[in-house]
């Protein structure tokens, strides 16, 4: 639960003027799950944009998680809801553990770019420990992997992995990850269920 700002009317009488209407402010709790976000995530991520003000902060361990500056899906049904309220825009999900090295790479980059893209896309985290709902559905073995979602349906991307499912790796070039969600996004706006990636990814694993 947290508290937010609600003003209530009292009469306030000053010396030598007449009486004026004051609202002072009070206390009303609200339901987190109300406010539709994860408020323990968003404080630490207002916490970590004021101590990088600073420069009092480093990438080093637990730290270089950027996770909590994303929001979180706690439940299959959160998922499902998250995926059927955008009509317009492309959903984004990493399935993965924030404390995982290879899913801290992907959520920097997620991170860095979820400003840009809000208008076309969102990105949300899902633990799959915490909702192993999806696990054997989409195969979810690998220790991150980003869907794109648009419409309730589920959009593939042709990588040159021969996996067309899914990007089961971390990418590290903020560019090309937008550039990957321009051209699933504007494939999903056409109808297409798969769509051609503007790079060939084939020989990933030999970098």
């Known amino acids: 639960m947290i508290r937010i700002w609600r003003r209530s009317s009292v009469a306030l009488h000053v010396a030598n003027a007449s009486s004026i209407n004051y609202k002072p402010l009070t206390f009303q709790s609200v339901s987190c799950s109300k406010l539709g976000f994860d408020i323990t995530n968003f404080a630490r991520g207002k916490a970590f944009h004021h101590q990088r003000k600073k420069g009092n902060f480093s990438l080093q361990g637990n730290d270089r998680t950027m996770s909590y500056l994303l929001p979180h899906l706690h439940s299959g049904w959160a998922v499902d809801q998250a ?7 492309l959903v984004v999900i990493r399935f993965g553990h924030d404390w995982d090295e290879t899913c801290m790479q992907m959520d920097e980059v997620l991170a860095s770019v979820a400003e840009t893209i809000k208008n076309f896309a969102v990105i949300y985290l899902v633990d799959i420990t915490e909702v192993p709902d999806f696990n054997t559905m989409y195969e979810l073995y690998d220790p991150s992997t980003v869907m794109f979602f648009f419409r309730n349906k589920h959009i593939m991307i042709d990588l040159g992995t021969g996996n067309n ?5 971390a990418l590290k070039d903020k560019q090309e990850f937008i550039d990957i969600i321009e051209t699933v996004y504007r494939g999903a706006r056409k109808g297409r269920g798969l769509v051609i990636a503007p790079k060939d990814y084939s020989t990933k694993y030999r970098y």
């Open 83 to 89: 995926i059927l309220a955008e009509e317009e825009r």
């Open 165 to 169: 499912n899914k990007i089961n790796w």
